[in-house]
């Protein structure tokens, strides 16, 4: 059981930790580096990058990245043994990306992929079975996954990502309330911008009613976490102005056509969880609240370098990359 002085060696580890990661400026120079992707990998891994194609030592960038940011949350959370399960829950989201990256593979007619950017037992199980998605995701808590999935990735989607959150609400809720901190309420605010964009996302792309959504978003019992994303069927998503009665208006920050632009928004709800993440980590030292903070924070990091790496593989050049990435810490470069 954790004690006080173990919750305080956590929080400064934690603080010490944000204090080098690369958000911010440090993330800003990053971006606006150029030489391609073998000074990238020099700059992120301060070593000489291995002699393999462009496009290989792209995805090994990527699956370097997200393993050390993996590592570096196991070194500070594991010894926390009654916030194991959060743990687990928390990693889970980047066994979901390589599912649903899978999903397209498979609808699409695409070969097994030779690597993924995150290994578990279940990504391990789903490429020994390839392609029979029955064999590839049984006894797995994905199992619900058949051929089925694949008509409609869209749905699929939606309720990986609904059991993600809900898989993380349950281990959250099982953490004593005095040691929980405010991990819940972050968790809340997650579910409800996820739930926001997600109803601005299938009206926008896929037509959809609100009645066509019912049963697509995330809810939880006895919280509210709803109400915000149904109030926008009541608005048109042509013009701005008609969201001016809307409780969350302040996402509307950013906006610059007289439609709204549903990926900006997103990134707007992402700004406002970062600060939600950064205020709550000092404010409450004493409880797991930094363990859940430390995740977002280097799963911020995380998402901004994949984003670079992306880049460099299309070729974008730096100017370009400042009119759509947003910077964690920071304003857009």
């Not at 603080?15 to 958000?23: D, E, I, N, V």
């Not at 916030?83 to 397209?104: C, D, G, P, R, T």
């Not at 974008?316 to 304003?331: F, H, L, N």
């Amino acid at each position: 059981m954790a004690e006080p002085l173990e919750f305080a060696y956590l929080y400064a580890r934690v603080c010490g930790a944000f204090s080098k990661m690369r958000l911010g400026d440090t993330a800003r120079e990053l971006m606006r580096g150029s030489g391609g992707i073998v000074a990238l990998w020099k700059s992120l891994f301060n070593e000489e990058a291995p002699n393999l194609p462009e496009a290989k030592l792209v995805f090994e960038a990527e699956r370097r990245v997200i393993a050390r940011s993996i590592e570096s949350f196991l070194r500070l959370a594991k010894p926390f043994s009654e916030s194991s399960e959060l743990i687990h829950a928390l990693i889970s989201k980047y066994e979901i990306s390589v599912i649903k990256s899978m999903l397209f593979r498979l609808r699409s007619g695409e070969p097994k992929p030779e690597q993924t950017s995150f290994s578990s037992r279940v990504i391990d199980q789903a490429l020994a079975e390839w392609p029979r998605i029955d064999d590839m995701f049984r006894k797995t808590p994905y199992a619900w996954l058949s051929a089925q999935s694949l008509e409609n990735l869209a749905v699929a989607e939606n309720r990986l990502d609904r059991q993600y959150y809900m898989s993380l609400w349950s281990s959250a809720h099982k953490i004593d309330q005095q040691k929980v901190g405010t991990i819940l309420d972050l968790i809340r605010w997650e579910i409800i911008y996820q739930n926001v964009v997600w109803a601005l996302r299938i009206r926008r792309y896929y037509g959809m009613t609100k009645q066509d959504a019912a049963g697509m978003f995330v809810e939880v019992k006895s919280v509210d976490t709803t109400t915000l994303a149904l109030q926008t069927f009541q608005y048109d998503i042509e013009r701005i102005d008609s969201f001016e009665r809307w409780s969350l208006k302040r996402l509307l920050t950013g906006q610059t056509g007289p439609a709204l632009d549903v990926p900006v928004l997103e990134i707007r709800t992402q700004e406002d969880l970062f600060a939600m993440v950064r205020r709550n980590l000092h404010l409450h030292p004493f409880s797991y609240t930094p363990n859940y903070c430390y995740f977002k924070l280097l799963e911020y990091e995380t998402s901004l370098l994949l984003a670079v790496l992306e880049s460099v593989r299309l070729g974008v050049a730096p100017e370009e990359k400042a009119k759509v990435m947003w910077i964690p810490g920071g304003t857009r470069v």
